[in-house]
């Protein structure tokens, strides 16, 4: 089977991973996580990151040291990983869902237009008519992990009097936060088995700020701020393990490595690819992205891609459901959806990672051809 995504391990990580256990530094004490966050934070140009077992919970601890509170409401796209709209539930508020726009991102514009009908100001803050809820926060999603414009989404969240969170869960190019960051903005990662840097499971929450910085690291270990037991609130059990920073280090030392190789896979498929009808390309050629995806021209044409790569031997599923469709969060509030509506069973996610042999990739251009013309 040719998986969509698989780990990438090179011996170095497996000696840097042996050292650490020979260390016995195997929980979350131990100078490994230390040393990552901070070659995390030179390598993406940050000045403070904490290292967390997940991406999830770099979200939660994100949204509560920001601000968000009990019955707040927090804007988001409906096209995204559960974590997301998860980690707003965990902080007791509640996902407002709005659509993507046909590059998968928030439209701003028409957020705009429905914040101006839904909403009134009181104090500066945006309260939704219907309950009375603050609309706190807003949460901009990189999918696929795309390049997004930081600075607008800021610009929109400034003027709204929003706080902002990016889900930058899956964005591992070091180019892409190449950017001076304002303190306003605050950033999440996965390290999950399925991303570019993986530390088999673990995420990252980084920042500008010193102070939101500090709140989430002090969330993180289970609300102390120092080694004794002197708790400063209830916290929470989310610390990375010196394990996993160890195998971090390794993958953000060959982490221009990685990208090469898939730089190489992405240009490939846009090769061939390029000027089929039948397909649009989601790919930005300055940046090298989580996944290569591409969005065929309707569901049948999905299925028909997929019961060819199923027989060949590739692995190939829908990607994200949105979440207003599904049970636990039905209840929730959404905003114009027709284009999260067109398109999610339309996305094709190819196999892209670096450990794709040149067969393997020969082979999936050859069933993509076959459908798409």
């Known amino acids: 089977?040719?998986?969509?995504?698989?780990?990438?391990?090179?011996?170095?990580?497996?000696?840097?991973?042996?050292?650490?256990?020979?260390?016995?530094?195997?929980?979350?004490?131990?100078?490994?996580?230390?040393?990552?966050?901070?070659?995390?934070?030179?390598?993406?140009?940050?000045?403070?990151?904490?290292?967390?077992?997940?991406?999830?919970?770099?979200?939660?601890?994100?949204?509560?040291?920001?601000?968000?509170?009990?019955?707040?409401?927090?804007i988001l796209p409906s096209y995204t990983f559960a974590a997301t709209a998860n980690a707003i539930i965990y902080n007791n508020a509640n996902p407002w869902f709005f659509d993507c726009d046909k590059n998968f991102n928030l439209p701003l514009k028409t957020i705009e237009k429905i914040l101006k009908k839904e909403t009134h100001k009181k104090s500066g803050r945006l309260i939704l008519k219907k309950n009375g809820s603050i609309v706190r926060a807003i949460i901009p999603v990189s999918t696929f992990g795309k390049k997004l414009d930081f600075d607008n989404l800021l610009g929109f969240s400034k003027k709204h009097n929003l706080k902002i969170l990016f889900d930058t869960a899956a964005c591992h190019d070091p180019k892409i936060f190449n950017f001076i960051k304002k303190k306003e903005m605050n950033f999440c990662f996965s390290f999950n088995g399925n991303k570019t840097l993986t530390t088999g499971a673990g995420g990252m929450f980084s920042s500008n700020s010193k102070s939101i910085s500090s709140k989430v690291r002090m969330l993180a270990n289970v609300g102390k701020k120092s080694k004794k037991y002197d708790y400063e609130t209830v916290g929470f059990n989310y610390k990375m393990t010196n394990v996993q920073a160890s195998l971090g280090i390794s993958q953000l030392n060959n982490i221009k490595n990685i990208l090469n190789i898939k730089r190489k896979i992405f240009n490939n498929y846009n090769k061939y690819f390029l000027n089929l009808k039948d397909i649009k390309l989601i790919t930005n050629q300055n940046y090298i992205n989580w996944v290569f995806a591409v969005m065929v021209k309707s569901y049948k044409e999905f299925k028909k891609l997929q019961n060819a790569f199923i027989k060949s031997g590739i692995q190939m599923d829908l990607f994200w459901k949105p979440l207003h469709l599904q049970k636990p969060y039905t209840k929730f509030k959404k905003s114009n959806l027709n284009n999260t509506h067109s398109i999610w069973k339309k996305v094709v996610v190819l196999p892209s990672h670096p450990g794709l042999v040149v067969r393997q990739q020969k082979k999936i251009i050859k069933n993509v051809l076959k459908i798409c013309k």
């Open 1 to 74: 089977m040719i998986n969509t995504y698989i780990p990438y391990f090179k011996a170095r990580d497996r000696v840097t991973l042996n050292k650490c256990l020979k260390s016995n530094f195997v929980s979350t004490a131990g100078p490994l996580v230390n040393k990552f966050e901070k070659t995390f934070s030179t390598k993406y140009k940050f000045k403070y990151s904490v290292a967390l077992n997940s991406g999830t919970s770099a979200l939660h601890l994100g949204l509560k040291a920001i601000g968000v509170k009990e019955d707040d409401t927090v």
